[in-house]
């Protein structure tokens, strides 16, 4: 169970709500946009949608950050191995401005330089409701320095966003870094926050 799900579990403690599977998911599939969903997106762009929400997570996390309330949900993860957000549906954000903003974020991580690895979509069958789960994972770019030890930025990202028949109920990005001689230090997932969180 990771540290998001275990979060969902503590606020919503009947069950009704969990996201952790208890079975194998009905359909793996590769995540793949719709030509009708690419124009949408690109129209989002175009007119300076994803401004707006930018705006509203970077308000959001840093608040979170700063212990200070806010509108929108927030949940901050900072562990020794992992770092990350999530935020839960408000009633200002669609889903769609969701869907959008989970795949501007898998854009954002390709311009600083990494790969999507891996974009998928997982549907489970969770007797009284229908769970999606859909992943963009992107790794850096391998480079080593002088003492040929591996780059690692900023970690393995992980981006998921979680619909209960079809709503939204939560967005998350999780960094993962290693350890060892054989890396380098990561960097700040304050600066990587920055990076994607805020308005260029």
């Known amino acids: 169970m990771s540290f998001f799900d275990k979060i969902i579990k503590k606020l919503f ?42 705006e509203k997570f970077s308000n959001a996390y840093w608040k979170k950050v700063n212990e200070i309330d806010s509108d929108i949900k927030a949940v901050v993860l900072d562990t020794p191995y992992s ?7 408000h009633q200002s954000i669609s889903d769609s401005d969701f869907r959008n903003f989970f795949d501007f974020l898998r854009d954002r991580m390709l311009e600083i330089g990494y790969r999507n690895n891996i974009s998928d979509r997982r549907i489970f ?12 994972y992107l790794k850096p770019t ?20 979680k619909s209960r028949d079809d709503k939204v109920t939560l967005l998350t990005l999780q960094s993962n870094i290693y350890a060892g001689r054989q890396y380098k230090e990561p960097l700040s997932f304050a600066d990587l926050a920055g990076r994607l969180l805020t308005v260029e």
């Open 13 to 54: 403690p009947d069950g009704e709500n969990q996201s952790t599977p208890s079975k194998l998911p009905v359909v793996t599939e590769q995540l793949k946009r719709s030509v009708k969903e690419q124009q949408h997106y690109k129209a989002w762009l175009y007119s300076e949608q994803h401004i707006g929400m930018t």
């Open 83 to 89: 770092r990350g957000f999530a935020f839960f549906p």
């Open 142 to 161: 391998v480079s080593y320095n002088e003492l040929k030890q591996a780059d690692q930025r900023y970690g393995n990202v992980l981006i998921e966003l």
């Open 125 to 136: 069958d969770r007797g009284s409701y229908v769970e999606a789960v859909e992943k963009h």
